[in-house]
């Protein structure tokens, strides 16, 4: 009667943990996040890119100032203020006049446009250079994310293969037992399930350090035991021809823009200075209270003057020259920055290419043969049909496919981030 007392109260015990183990249990599970979500939060979280995105702001105040337009000046003059007494009277102020005076230096030959339309374009120049840099920033991330999905997969296996081992270890003991294999023959098969252990602790270390590096570069501080992420680790054998990632680089690549706009902005400069090089008046006038001049009747005149600078000497001609070399500088950048598009395309294509036609007889062929040599070895020699050595080189054989298999892949996702940079968009997911 007590003995089924206290199976009635464990399984009430059970039912209640199983109840509260989706509030209080699932809360402290690591959170998976997936690509997206990684490449979300580096981009709102990042201390290099949000001082990067700064620069940007401040380029679009530099259009503020750019068209900004002259001040006018306020002139005020008083004069004829007497010191002495007249005729022994002191009127200080009887011939006194006064006049204020405003100019206006006015800007001919739309500079005031020009140093606008050139501001602009530095704005659009840095944004392209902000996208460059988050372009770059991101493949780093990339190949940091992909690194942790490899070291995950690599700890999977490494655990299956200790499952499967410890499975034969026990057939092993039974067979040891039943005077089936010789003391020596067990010890050294229980003696390989070091390496097994080494290779999770390996994968383990691995598995962490590369989580440590992607926080890093996420500014998280999340624990590591709290952190996850997850993805799938494969490849895709469908590849697009080169031509058209190419084209698409030439529409997508960031560094490219920007040396591109650079070339327009020379080109906007080179109007400014020429623009510069004209004479710009002033104009002024003002208003006077007891003028001394030659008209009696003049107590209050009005005055107008215009003044032109005579630009015999200075008509800007260095600038001019520099903004036109400069011209020519940026228009050899722009055909070196799209020569170096079409020269990482097509290296990081060829990655893509190579780390595929590796791949295809792994999946197609050589795991399955692997799988199948490890088992029917294992069984051969569970049942006397093969010699310990050959059950050893069976199981190492098995495991260094898988390994380089994971590796392939690995490369294979790394190759694919690369054509994703030298694109300059994700094409290859």
């Known amino acids: 009667m007590e003995t089924s007392w206290l199976v009635r109260r464990f399984a009430v015990t059970v039912y209640a943990v199983a109840l509260l183990c989706p509030f209080g249990c699932h809360a402290q599970a690591p959170q998976a996040l997936t690509w997206d979500e990684v490449r979300t939060r580096f981009i709102d979280g990042n201390p290099a890119l949000k001082a990067d995105a700064d620069n940007v702001d401040e380029m679009k105040a530099e259009e503020i100032t750019a068209y900004l337009r002259p001040n006018p000046q306020f002139t005020g003059t008083v004069d004829g203020t007497s010191i002495a007494p007249d005729h022994g009277i002191y009127q200080p102020f009887k ?12 800007e001919r030959d739309h500079k005031r446009e020009l140093r606008l339309e050139s501001a602009r374009e530095g704005t659009q120049i840095t944004e ?17 994310f992909v690194a942790t999905l490899q070291a995950k997969f690599i700890l999977a296996l490494a655990k299956a293969d200790l499952e499967y081992y410890d499975h034969i270890i026990e057939i092993s003991n039974d067979r040891l037992k039943a005077g089936d294999i010789a003391q020596i023959d067990f010890d050294r098969i229980e003696l390989q399930r070091v390496q097994y252990e080494s290779e999770i602790e390996t994968a383990i270390v691995n598995l962490r350090t590369a989580k440590i590096q992607l926080l890093q570069l996420l500014n998280d501080r999340t624990p590591v035991d709290q952190f996850d992420v997850t993805g799938v680790f494969d490849f895709n054998e469908s590849l697009d021809p080169l031509d058209t990632y190419q084209q698409a680089a030439l529409a997508a690549r960031p560094d490219l823009a920007a040396a591109l706009e650079t070339l327009e902005q020379s080109n906007t400069n080179h109007k400014l200075a020429v623009s510069n ?3 710009d008046p002033t104009y002024g006038a003002w208003y006077t209270w007891n003028s001394s001049n030659n008209n009696p009747n003049g107590l209050q005149t009005l005055g107008v003057s215009v003044s032109i600078p005579l630009r015999v000497f ?10 036109q070399i400069d011209i020519d500088r940026a228009q050899q950048a722009s055909d070196a920055a799209k020569a170096q598009v079409f020269s990482d395309v097509d290296s990081a294509y060829e990655l893509v290419r190579s780390n595929i036609a590796l791949l295809k007889p792994y999946k197609a062929k050589y795991n399955d043969e692997a799988l199948k040599v490890r088992d029917e070895v294992s069984y051969a020699y569970m049942h006397g049909g093969a010699s310990l050595m050959d059950f050893l080189n069976a199981q190492s054989d098995y495991r260094q496919v898988q390994l380089a298999y994971a590796q392939l892949i690995g490369a294979y996702m790394t190759a694919a981030a690369q054509l994703n940079l030298a694109v300059g968009r994700e094409v290859i997911q």
Do not use: V
């Open 314 to 323: 200075d008509r800007n001609q260095g600038e001019k020259k520099r903004t």
């Open 95 to 106: 011939g006194t006049f006064f006049s204020p005076n405003f100019s206006y230096l006015h």
């Open 128 to 144: 392209s250079q902000h996208e460059d840099l988050q372009r770059n920033m991101i493949f780093a991330l990339r190949a940091q």
């Open 277 to 279: 090089g004209s004479t």
